[in-house]
């Protein structure tokens, strides 16, 4: 009797085993795993971070853009946020307290962006 248990538990497992390997099995799909080049640069007037990097395809990035002393910041070129009234997303405006332009993107390509700065009138 005992060897009829153990025959018993050994075809079960055999039988679970063929099943969990069937081709009916949805297999989950791996993420893009394709690199993208963002080149950020700045105009005369400030700087922006990052600068140039690499990223796996949907990273989202935040991109920082700050003006330099007697500078402000003006607008991006190749953002999704270009000639919009305010280019800094998510209803931030820019004042006296926040200098900084952030802007998040999500990269799908190769991105080329660039910040332009212009001197404050006083």
């Known amino acids: ?68 002393e007697g500078y402000k910041f003006s607008r991006w070129i190749g953002t999704d946020n270009d000639n919009k009234s305010n280019p800094c997303g998510k209803g931030r405006q820019l004042d006296k307290i926040f200098l900084d332009c952030h802007i998040t993107i999500k990269i799908n390509s190769n991105r080329e962006i660039q910040a332009f700065f212009q001197r404050k009138s006083e």
């Not at 099995?25 to 640069?41: E, G, M």
């Open 1 to 68: 009797m005992k060897n009829i248990f153990r025959s018993f538990i050994h075809i079960s497992f055999l039988f679970l085993f063929v099943n969990s390997c069937s081709k009916d099995v949805a297999i989950p799909k791996l993420q893009d795993r394709t690199q993208y080049t963002l080149n950020v640069s700045a105009s005369e007037g400030g700087s922006v971070s990052p600068e140039t990097l690499t990223y796996y395809g949907e990273t989202v990035v935040t991109i920082t853009a700050t003006p330099d």
